[in-house]
DNA sequence: CGGCGATGTCCTTTATTGTTACCATAAAAC
DNA sequence: GTTTTATGGTAACAATAAAGGACATCGCCG
């Protein structure tokens, strides 16, 4: 490989003379400056990123902590995470950016993520896929490290969202349009910053069409377990007054509630109508194409890479990043098959 | 951050000390290795990765390159290849490797693939997903970073493919079987090796089960457009002798060509049978569930991680590892509801 | 049994990796 | 004579490699 030394024992010149030229210090000869690009592009010079991180403390690479929760649901969740990340890459990739997957265990080394971090000295970590219960993913937002989340709030970090209240205040008013009047939501993981917004904007769109807000019909379940919400599905069908139209919490799971309910002998969405959540490509692909809500997947990714680099460089002049901040990304609703008029 | 520097200082050692009782050398004293490793455990050291590296010159990072064709099919190929990359990372990360995305062009600084992973360092480079027909990754084959490839064949570099004959073979057998006599396959993008062994493949089937090859039911497409399968399938269902049986190139593209041909009347498989290649997790979910191929990504990810650190770790004593060598991974025949009996 | 070199253990010193930061310095300009 | 402009020298950065030094132990011979 050839390096700065080479260019400046070619050039006639000193290697922090190279170094500055490249760098585009102002106190360089213009033609000096001239000479060595010239030469360093014909020479096919590229710069070691390692020594460069060694002597500027900056990388130029994010982490990124991207793991699908092992047994259930294992590339179920993919769709939507990976244009997240798809998006997050591409925004990196134009400031400059370069991407490390963060992992523990890493060559049975037993690093913690945070460790890993520090042994790749990435400027900043992204948090797009993670279970985030588990200590290590706590550890590492407890850091000092520039931190951005999807789906998760927490008091150290920025947080990238979609307007779920939206999203669930759309698909209520939609299905209240249609002349439905018992509608069931099975929601995902409890006790999560995205299923809170979704209950709260579950029950303020019943509240702002005059529909009461009934306990039975709020269930509980996960998000891409399709099983789980074909199971809550069924035991909704079971109800004396059973819904007319039933929320899921995501469009796998939307999925899996519309196979149980026909193989049940249920007609969708005539004698029952089907809500999805995410609008991943597949959704539209499908038959029937699923009613849901499609997150702005595009937009998220790109602003959470912006956030974070916006945090890196700002760097420690606390003054004008707050410690913590939250966006919520607006949704758009998708007509489907799966919604149809309520027949009751 | 903690160094080696600061465990020697509190430790009344050398840094060299330090490094070699970490490094696990064997001309250190027992007792001092000892102290030594405990107190780095205490201070929570972590070796610097940069450092490390720029004396060793190995980074344990492995280049990637995976970025999906613009425009057409974006967001459809993804469980295919993600489903391999997960597996490649899987066992990078058992390995003690990490992974850098390669891109071009990052930060507007027009880099090229090759440039990009000098600029990084990579130990090796796996390609993944991309397009082989691109003079950059022409580029980055060429050059003597150690070098994996999925789905394409290089004189210099080691390949993964699946047994893609003998799943066309698999196909025709069970279409055959099921009385089908005349049997089309819409191919994927044409001149690559896996169109070339699909190809033959089908023609040894319909060879080994007594079939003539006609040319008109052999009929060109690309991977993963499913609007252009679609097309292809109906036109094939305007021959004066329409198949009675169409493969197609993928999962999706069968989708597609399924979608179309029941809007035009068609009942599947009753009129007509269709069958996919891939067997992502999708097919099977899908009403009606596809009969496929799974391609065992698995293994594909997984094996291709492990040559390409055995190419880098044998290094350049070229003796023991080939320039180029080709592995063919066994597929699995997958029984869906697309296939029927043939009614003719 | 004492002296000498050989060997081995344990650790330090110094050099090196490619780059940038900082300071010094020489020549030219004012 | 002071400032500006252009360049060079050197020391980091954190780690490893290579070489070498201090000291103890051992064997052998006189």
Do not use: W
């Not at 490249?22 to 000869?29: K, P, R």
């Not at 789906?151 to 698909?171: C, E, F, K, T």
């Not at 004396?240 to 969405?269: E, F, H, K, W």
Request: charged content about 20%.
């Amino acid at each position: 490989m050839v390096t700065i030394k080479d260019i400046a024992a070619k050039c006639g010149v000193s290697v922090s003379t190279v170094s500055k030229a490249l760098n585009g210090y102002s106190d360089v000869g213009k033609d000096t400056v001239e000479r060595i690009r010239s030469l360093a592009h014909e020479m096919g010079y590229q710069p070691n990123g390692q020594a460069r991180a060694l002597k500027t403390n900056r990388t130029y690479n994010l982490g990124l902590l991207y793991y699908i929760k092992y047994g259930l649901g294992t590339g179920m969740s993919q769709a939507y995470f990976s244009e997240i990340l798809n998006a997050f890459r591409a925004k990196a990739e134009s400031y400059g950016y370069d991407i490390t997957f963060i992992s523990k265990n890493i060559g049975s080394s037993n690093r913690s993520f945070l460790e890993h971090c520090h042994y790749r000295c990435v400027d900043g970590i992204a948090i797009i896929c993670a279970q985030f219960e588990d200590e290590e993913v706590q550890e590492l937002l407890r850091s000092d490290l520039p931190c951005v989340t999807i789906d998760y709030v927490h008091p150290r970090a920025s947080a990238i969202l979609s307007n779920n209240q939206q999203g669930m205040r759309l698909l209520v008013a939609r299905a209240y349009q249609l002349g439905h009047r018992r509608i069931a939501f099975i929601h995902g993981t409890p006790h999560t910053p995205v299923t809170n917004e979704r209950i709260r904007g579950y029950r303020e769109g019943l509240q702002s069409v005059g529909l009461p807000f009934a306990q039975e019909y709020l269930i509980q379940a996960d998000f891409n377990d399709m099983d789980l919400c074909a199971q809550k599905a069924q035991q909704l069908m079971r109800l004396s007054q059973p819904p007319t139209c039933i929320l899921c919490p995501d469009d796998y799971s939307a999925m899996g509630a519309l196979r149980r309910l026909r193989q049940l002998g249920y007609s969708v969405p005539e004698s029952v109508s089907i809500c999805g959540f995410d609008g991943i490509t597949l959704s539209q692909i499908v038959s029937p194409t699923l009613t849901t809500i499609r997150q702005d997947t595009q937009t998220m990714g790109a602003l959470c890479a912006e956030r974070l680099i916006k945090r890196i460089e700002l760097g420690n002049q606390q003054k004008s990043m707050p410690l913590s901040d939250r966006m919520h990304i607006p949704v758009q609703f998708l007509e489907g098959e799966t919604l149809g008029k309520c027949r009751l």
